[in-house]
Nanobody, 114 residues
């Protein structure tokens, strides 16, 4: 299993970013996917979840209405569209899949600062 995140960077408050996670090594279309994040000095926290077909999504209260998780099963990729970004969204963002165990990507840094 391999998960490779991309799309992070430095953005001003109120700005937008789209993260991508390219997956391989498992049947992507059969798997729910998740995004997590970890801010400096804090524990990793769940951000969003999408079912294998994309038919259902769930979000942490802190990002609801600002972030959108989606997927393209033909491209084996899950996305996280982030809008109205706040400084408190600064973190390393990870995608995650649960198979016989949990798998994580290497993460992508998102920094929200003026």
């Amino acid at each position: 299993v391999q998960l490779v995140e991309s799309g992070g960077g430095l953005v001003q408050p109120g700005g937008s970013l789209r993260l991508s996670c390219a997956a391989s090594g498992f049947t992507f279309s059969h798997s729910d996917m998740r995004w997590f994040r970890q801010a400096p000095g804090k524990e990793r926290e769940w951000v969003a979840h999408i079912t294998n077909t994309g038919g259902n999504t769930n979000y942490a209260d802190s990002v609801k209405g600002r972030f959108t998780i989606s997927r393209d099963n033909a491209r084996n990729t899950v996305y996280l569209q982030m809008s109205s970004l706040k400084p408190e969204d600064t973190a390393v963002y990870y995608c995650n899949v649960l198979r016989t165990k949990e798998y994580w990507g290497q993460g992508t840094q998102v920094t929200v600062s003026s």
